[in-house]
């Protein structure tokens, strides 16, 4: 068995666009091996990440001792070590109690109406201009409005949220940043958090019902538990709940257009939604990977982890694992069996994995059915963000054939309840549990 290269090269750009080429050759030489320039054990193999992300002699904690991370990331290492994302139990079910009454089916199901209405306004602003940026117009935006409005965050404010989100997104999913730019990672939470305790506390603008932030509101009011950690988590929920779903949309949208059969299939065939958001998460995941910490000396795959090192599950590379997944780089929405690594595994298990899946059945349907000739736009390749954490495109143009005038062009709006086989019916039909004990809105 040869030694495998670092993960680390995943960073490289020429890399990124032949990613699943790259963990392919970690995986063939080992499916868990000791990576000598991160210091850590990496995971590659559907049964080893699955298994590890259960293991409770596997802590999630981050930051364990906030002394050794750099002076300018302590601030935001501190709020990162009481979100749940970062917590083990008992802590993290506690944490998530209160949270996951806002993710339930039924909660979800309310804002479909909502996610319709705001991927109409997106295409039928951009359906006369013949072009768009996929991540810039809808990815980005649509998420966010989502997330804002489970938070009851005012419209004024979401751009201010929108930049915060940004530098801290970029230091959770990077470690080698530079002191600048963890600086303006840790000013952005700072400047979050007070904007959340303001919004949690003051008293002008009591929160609208049933949304996530009466809820919080009431639990602040009614019990003991530390604000801080409410405020921790509400910036979970916004920085996770709105870069994952981009991402997943971003790429879901790009594999399709690398696929036009499989994206004509989906057109003829609007009852395999669910199993096509399955196969897209599967096939290119917007969380490639998750990151555990020995608590003891303990047995993983047949190696002897130590008590204190880190290992890295690659949720991605597992799943392209042939083991699991037989013609893994092939796109196949009839594809049996195997279950995927996109929203993670274990108690962490993605609590908002059922709002992802609604988001992007919504928004592939409108895409492949409102933007009649929908293909890239060849005036600049797609651009992949850095980071081992997060796959996703910073830029996706395309293009596609403007509206007639011709009342009857497929790009007019569809009403919210749409027809039996729609997006809402389908991602419906897939059941699209919220795992109560499994957790993180990008793994909780």
């Not at 020429?14 to 080429?21: A, F, G, I, K, M």
Request: glycine content about 8%.
């Amino acid at each position: 068995m040869g030694t495998p290269t670092s993960l680390l090269r995943a960073f490289r750009p020429q890399v990124q666009e032949r990613l699943y080429d790259f963990y392919e050759e970690l995986r063939s030489t080992d499916d868990l091996f000791w990576d000598r320039t991160l210091r850590a054990w990496v995971a590659t193999g559907h049964a080893v990440v699955s298994k590890a992300a259960g293991d409770p002699g596997l802590s999630s904690v981050r930051y364990a001792d906030i002394e050794t991370v750099p002076e300018e990331l302590q601030p935001l290492a501190r709020v990162l070590s009481r979100q749940m994302l970062y917590s083990d139990a008992p802590d993290h079910a506690r944490l998530r109690a209160l949270i996951s009454r806002a993710f339930t089916p039924r909660a979800v199901e309310t804002l479909r109406a909502r996610i319709f209405e705001a991927v109409d306004r997106i295409i039928t602003h951009a359906a006369p201009t013949g072009r768009m940026d996929i991540v810039a117009d809808l990815a980005r935006p649509l998420p966010l409005t989502i997330i804002c409005d489970l938070l009851d965050v005012p419209q004024q404010d979401r751009p201010a949220l929108a930049s915060w989100s940004e530098p801290i997104a970029e230091a959770i999913g990077n470690s080698r940043l530079d002191a600048d730019r963890n600086r303006e990672a840790s000013q952005s939470m700072t400047d979050m958090l007070a904007y959340f305790r303001e919004l949690l506390t003051g008293r002008d603008n009591p929160p609208a019902p049933h949304t996530l932030r009466a809820l919080v509101t009431a639990q602040a009011e009614n019990t003991d538990q530390d604000l801080d950690e409410l405020l921790a988590n509400c910036a979970l929920l916004l920085i996770a709940g709105h870069e994952t779903t981009t991402h997943f949309i971003g790429n879901a949208t790009l594999a399709l257009l690398r696929h036009p059969d499989a994206a004509d299939q989906l057109r003829r065939r609007p009852d395999l939604m669910p199993a096509a958001v399955e196969e897209l998460l599967r096939y290119d995941a917007p969380v490639q990977l998750m990151l555990r910490t020995a608590r003891r000396d303990l047995d993983l795959a047949g190696r002897t982890i130590a008590e204190g090192q880190t290992v890295l599950l690659v949720g991605g590379a597992a799943n392209r694992d042939p083991a699991v997944f037989p013609d893994p780089h092939v796109l196949d929405f009839e594809r049996p069996g195997g279950r995927h690594m996109a929203f993670g595994h274990g108690p962490h298990f993605c609590l908002g994995a059922a709002l992802a899946r609604l988001e992007g059945a919504i928004v592939l349907e409108a895409l492949l059915t409102r933007l009649p000739g929908l293909r890239l736009d060849g005036t600049a390749p797609p651009q992949w963000q850095r980071s081992l954490n997060f796959r996703g495109l910073t830029r996706l143009d395309v293009a596609f054939t403007p509206p007639s005038d011709d009342p009857d062009s497929g790009t007019r709006a569809r009403p919210a309840d749409v027809s039996e086989g729609g997006p809402g019916r389908a991602a419906q039909a897939g059941g699209c549990p919220v795992h109560a004990g499994p957790g993180g809105v990008a793994g909780a």
